[in-house]
């Protein structure tokens, strides 16, 4: 199955902690069940409306490949606790 990824971070964030950010959110994709097919940074963007106070965010993109979707789960499941993710979307696409 393929899924694509997206996640905004908030723009207040330094450049180390962004890094980190992206970091632990790819380990989470790169899980020994899944596999990284295309990850791109998108860069810092204006939103269509505002976020948790936020007028701009920095997105990411990536495509992965899981042979399940607990990869997916373990990624929405972090990434909606997480203070550093304002916004992220999970989708599955079509084979």
């Known amino acids: 199955m393929r899924y694509e990824v997206v996640m905004i971070l908030k723009p ?3 450049d180390e902690e962004r890094t980190e950010a992206v970091e632990k959110y790819h380990k989470i994709l790169s899980d020994t069940t899944a596999k990284v097919v295309n990850a791109k940074e998108i860069g810092n963007k204006e939103l269509a409306y505002e976020i ?3 007028k701009t965010g ?3 993109l990536y495509e992965i490949e899981a042979s399940d979707d607990s990869t997916t789960r373990e990624f929405d499941r972090v990434a909606s606790i997480s203070d550093e993710v304002i916004r992220h979307l999970v989708t599955r696409k079509g084979e």
């Open 12 to 14: 207040t964030l330094s």
């Open 52 to 54: 948790k106070g936020f």
């Open 58 to 60: 920095y997105y990411y």
